[in-house]
C-alpha cells in the first residue's frame, strides 16, 4: 500500500490527477484505514471538481483520524464550493477547535460568514485572523470590506490602507478603497491617517474626486509591465467611476461616458481573451451600458452578439468547473442576454423587448414546463381583461424597466424616460444593499444602544421603493383598473411591491406570463376580474366550505449542527391556527408534528385534496434552487424537484404559513428567482399565499384565519387577501377585541376559546389604537396565481 500511496503522490506532481485518485484508491484496497490516502485524495477530486466525492473522502479521512485539522479545513473549502455555508462554519470550527492559531480557517469562516450575512461574526473573524498574522493583507482586505457593508466607511477605508501598506501592489484594496471613498459625499472628511494617506495627501479626498484619485495613486504601485490584471482592473474602476458620476450629472453625462470608454479601451488592452476572459467580460459589460447611454446602438449590439460568444468560450474553456463557477460562468451570459431587452427598448421595439424579457424569464424557469416556448405578445394578453393589467418589471445591468400590459392595446406602455430608467436602476441597487444590510442584522430583534432595525425603518425604506419604482405613475397610467397582474424580476420578487399601490387594487402576483397562461390552459380558469373588497361581518355564522383540505401542522423539523441535530423552533400559535381552519371546511385531512414524512406527504398530495395548508420552515437555496424545501418531520425535506413532479392542477390553494417560504437569503438574484413558490405554480397549482419575512405569530395567524373567513364568505382569493390584509393594517383594539369575543362565542372547543380569551386580554394592554398597522405585520403576505 506504500507503494501505491506514494506512487499516487508522484503522478500528482506530473498533474495525471485521474491516475492519482486510482493509485490511492489501490491503496486503500489494501489498507483501508490508511488515512493520508483518503485525505489526499480528497484534494485530488477536489482538483477535477468531483466536490460530492472529496467530501465523502475527506469524511473517511475524519473517521479514521478525528483530530486532523487540515481534513476539517479542506472539508470546509469543498463544501463552499458548493454553497453549503452552514456546513462550511461547522467545518471550519472544528478545524479551529483542534488547531486554534489555523488562521486560513478563521480567515475563510470570516468569509462564510460574511455570505450568510452575520457580517459582525465576520469581522471579528478576520481580528482573529489578523491576531494570529497581523502581515496577512488578505484579512485587511476582506474586513474592509465587511465594514464597508455595516456603512462604516472610515473604518473600512483604514482597513484597506492597512492591506495597502502591507502589500502596496493589491489591485484589489485599491479598487475597493475607491469604492467606498467615492460613496462618501463630502469632499473631505474627517479621517484617521495611515502611513499609505502620508505619503499621497491626494487620498484624503472623498467622494467622486477622492474614488479617482484612490484609483490613479494604485496605478503607481500596479505597474502595466509587472500586473496585467490589476493595471487592466484598475482603469476598469476609472470607467465604472465616471459612469457612475454620469448617471447623477446630467450636464456632463456625455462626456463622462465618453471618458468611461476611453477607460474600458485601456482595460480591454491588458484584460484579453486567452489570459483574463472573466475579467474581460466584465469590462465589455460596462462597455456596453455607456455605448448605449451615447445611443450607439449597432456598436452595442456588435458588441453584445461578440461577448456572447466569449462567455461561451470560458465555459468551454474551464476545465472541471465547480457548481459556483459554472452559475457565475452563466450569470454573465445571462447578463448579456437582459441587455438585449434594452437594445430594443431604446429602438422602440416595445413588444419585441417584453417578449424578449419574458423569453430570459422561462429560459431561468424551463424546467418547470413541458414545453419551452416562451408566448408572444398576443397570447400574454390572455391574461388580461377589461379590469385587469399586468405590470412587467425588467432588471439588467443597464437599466430597470417598467413595462404596462393593458387588455386590448396593441403595443406594451414604458412609463419612464430612457434616463429615468438609468438612474432608476442606480438608486435601486443602492436601496437593495441598504435593505440587505439591515435585514442581515435582524428582522425586528433590538440592535445594541437601541440601534434602528429592519423593522424599524421598514415603513419609510418601501415609501424609497415606491418612489424608485415610480408607483404614481403607475396607478396613473391603470387608473380606472381594478385587478393588477404584478410580474416582478429578479431582486423584486424579494419585496413587498404590492403593497406599495392603493387600496383600490386587488393584486396578485405571477413568476412569468408563461405560467399564467399555463394556469388558464389547465384548470379551464374563466379568468373574470375580482371584486373589489367589501366590508365582512364577522359575527356571521360561518359555513364550512365544501372542500377538502390538506393541513400539514407544525412538523418537529431537525438539522444538522456540526455533529448535533437540533430542533428547528415550533412556530407559535400554529396549531391554534391550524385548527381553527380545519373547522371551516367539510373535510379535512390533518397530519402534524411527527407524522409529516417526506413519503406520507407526497402520497397525501396526490389524493383528491383542494386546499394545502403548511405551517412550518422552508428554505431557499441560491446555489441550487431545486433543493430549495419545506421542511417535514424530522431532517425529511419536500423539495421543488419533487413538488414540479406532482400533479397538483386540483389544488385551488397552497398556503404556506411559514418562515420565508416566499424568499430567503441576501443575495443578489442575477437572472430570475426560482423558488418554492414558482414550483407549486409549475406543479399547476392555482394559487399560493406564502410570507416574505417571519411575522409575528399573534399577527400572522389573525391574518391568515381572516383570509380564510374571506373564503368561507365566497370572496375569490386574491380579494380575500386584500380584505384580511386592510383588515389587520386597519383594526382598532377594539375591532380586534370584538372579533376575537365573536369567535369566543361561536367555538365550542375549550382550547380555541382559551387562546381567544388570552389574545383579547393581550390586545387590550397594547398602547397603539391600531395595534398591527406598520406594514411589518401585513405586507409580507404575497398571493401568487390566476
Not at 78 to 100: C, F, H, M, Q, T
Not at 710 to 735: M, N, P, S, V
Amino acid at each position: 500500500h506504500e507503494a501505491w500511496y506514494n506512487r499516487g503522490n508522484a503522478l500528482y506532481n506530473l498533474g495525471r490527477i485521474e491516475d492519482v485518485i486510482a493509485s490511492y484508491d489501490k491503496a486503500i484496497e489494501i489498507k483501508p484505514d490508511k488515512y493520508e490516502a483518503w485525505y489526499n485524495r480528497g484534494l485530488a477530486l477536489d482538483d477535477l471538481g468531483r466536490i460530492e466525492e472529496a467530501i465523502a473522502s475527506y469524511d473517511k479521512a475524519i473517521e479514521i483520524k478525528p483530530d486532523d485539522h487540515e481534513a476539517w479545513y479542506n472539508r470546509g473549502n469543498a463544501l463552499y464550493n458548493l454553497g453549503r455555508i452552514e456546513d462550511v462554519i461547522a467545518s471550519y470550527d472544528k478545524a479551529i477547535e483542534i488547531k486554534p492559531d489555523k488562521y486560513e480557517a478563521w480567515y475563510n469562516r470570516g468569509i462564510a460568514l460574511f455570505n450568510l450575512g452575520q457580517i459582525e461574526e465576520a469581522i471579528a473573524s478576520y481580528d482573529k485572523a489578523i491576531e494570529i498574522k497581523p502581515d496577512f493583507h488578505e484579512a485587511w482586505y476582506n474586513r474592509g470590506n465587511a465594514l464597508y457593508n455595516l456603512g462604516r466607511f472610515e473604518e473600512a477605508i483604514a482597513s484597506y490602507d492597512k492591506a495597502i501598506e502591507i502589500k502596496p501592489d493589491d489591485h484589489e484594496a485599491w479598487i475597493s478603497r475607491g469604492i467606498v471613498v467615492g460613496s462618501i459625499n463630502s469632499y473631505l472628511y474627517p479621517f484617521s491617517p495611515t502611513a499609505i494617506t502620508s505619503q499621497n495627501p491626494t487620498l484624503n479626498q472623498r467622494g467622486y474626486q477622492g474614488e479617482l484619485a484612490s484609483l490613479q495613486v494604485g496605478l503607481q504601485y500596479v505597474l502595466e509591465d509587472k500586473n496585467l490584471q490589476g493595471w487592466g482592473l484598475l482603469h476598469h474602476a476609472i470607467g465604472k467611476a465616471h459612469y457612475f458620476k454620469a448617471l447623477s450629472d446630467k450636464r456632463r453625462f456625455a462626456n463622462l461616458c465618453r471618458e468611461a470608454i476611453i477607460s474600458y479601451d485601456r482595460a480591454l488592452k491588458t484584460l484579453t481573451k486567452e489570459d483574463f476572459p472573466e475579467e474581460r467580460l466584465e469590462v465589455l459589460q460596462d462597455y456596453f451600458k455607456s455605448l448605449l447611454s451615447l445611443h450607439q446602438t449597432a456598436q452595442a449590439t456588435q458588441l453584445q452578439r461578440d461577448n456572447k460568444d466569449l462567455s461561451r468560450y470560458l465555459l468551454a474553456k474551464t476545465k472541471h468547473p465547480t457548481q459556483q463557477q459554472k452559475l457565475k460562468i452563466k450569470l454573465k451570459l445571462a447578463s448579456f442576454d437582459q441587455l438585449t431587452v434594452d437594445i430594443l427598448v431604446q429602438s422602440g421595439k416595445l413588444i419585441e423587448a417584453l417578449e424578449t424579457a419574458e423569453e430570459g424569464k422561462n429560459t431561468c424557469l424551463y424546467w418547470l414546463f413541458s414545453n419551452d416556448n416562451s408566448p408572444k405578445y398576443p397570447a400574454i394578453q390572455q391574461l388580461l381583461n377589461p379590469a385587469t393589467a399586468a405590470v412587467y418589471w425588467h432588471l439588467s445591468p443597464y437599466a430597470l424597466h417598467t413595462f404596462i400590459i393593458k387588455y386590448g392595446e396593441s403595443t406594451p406602455i414604458v412609463i419612464e424616460s430612457e434616463t429615468a430608467s438609468l438612474t432608476r436602476l442606480d438608486e435601486f441597487e443602492k436601496w437593495v444593499k441598504k435593505w440587505n444590510q439591515e435585514y442581515g442584522k435582524g428582522k425586528g430583534e433590538k440592535q445594541e444602544g437601541g440601534a434602528q432595525t429592519w423593522r424599524d425603518n421598514l415603513e419609510e425604506t418601501l415609501k424609497k421603493l415606491g418612489n424608485i419604482l415610480n408607483i404614481a405613475a403607475i396607478e396613473e397610467e391603470v387608473r380606472g383598473i381594478k385587478n393588477l397582474i404584478l410580474i416582478p424580476h429578479r431582486d423584486l420578487h424579494r419585496f413587498p411591491i404590492h403593497a406599495l399601490f392603493g387600496d383600490e387594487f386587488i393584486i396578485s402576483y405571477l413568476p412569468s406570463a408563461k405560467i399564467g397562461i399555463n394556469l388558464l390552459k389547465a384548470n379551464n380558469l374563466d379568468n373574470k376580474p375580482q371584486t373589489s373588497p367589501i366590508n365582512f361581518n364577522p359575527n356571521a355564522s360561518p359555513q364550512p366550505i365544501a372542500k377538502t383540505v390538506l393541513s400539514l401542522e407544525n412538523p418537529h423539523s431537525t438539522f444538522k449542527d456540526g455533529d448535533r441535530e437540533k430542533r428547528f423552533p415550533s412556530l407559535p400559535a400554529a396549531d391554534i391556527e391550524s385548527e381553527m381552519i380545519c373547522q371551516m371546511f367539510a373535510n379535512s385531512n390533518r397530519i402534524g408534528e411527527n407524522e409529516a414524512t417526506r413519503d406520507r406527504v407526497i402520497t397525501e398530495l396526490q389524493q383528491p385534496h383542494n386546499i394545502l395548508h403548511f405551517t412550518g420552515h422552508g428554505s431557499y437555496e441560491f446555489f441550487d434552487p431545486k433543493k430549495s424545501a419545506l421542511f417535514l418531520s424530522g431532517s425529511d425535506r419536500l423539495t421543488v424537484q419533487e413538488i414540479i413532479g406532482i400533479d397538483l392542477s386540483n389544488y385551488e390553494l397552497v398556503c404556506l404559513s411559514a418562515c420565508e417560504t416566499a424568499v430567503t437569503g441576501n443575495q443578489t438574484i442575477i437572472t430570475e428567482y426560482v423558488g418554492l413558490v414558482s414550483a407549486f405554480m409549475g406543479a399547476k397549482a392555482k394559487y399560493v399565499l406564502s410570507t416574505l419575512w417571519p411575522v409575528e405569530s399573534a399577527a400572522s395567524a389573525l391574518l391568515i384565519v381572516y383570509f380564510y373567513q374571506q373564503l368561507q364568505a365566497g370572496h375569490r382569493e386574491a380579494t380575500a387577501l386584500a380584505i384580511a390584509q386592510k383588515w389587520l393594517r386597519d383594526a382598532t383594539r377594539e375591532d380586534l377585541a370584538a372579533w376575537y369575543q365573536a369567535e369566543i362565542d361561536k367555538n365550542p372547543r375549550a382550547t380555541l376559546r382559551r387562546f381567544f380569551s388570552s389574545s383579547k386580554d393581550a390586545i387590550a394592554t397594547i398602547e397603539l389604537n391600531q395595534p398591527y398597522q406598520h406594514p411589518y405585520y401585513w405586507a409580507a403576505f404575497t398571493l401568487t396565481g390566476l
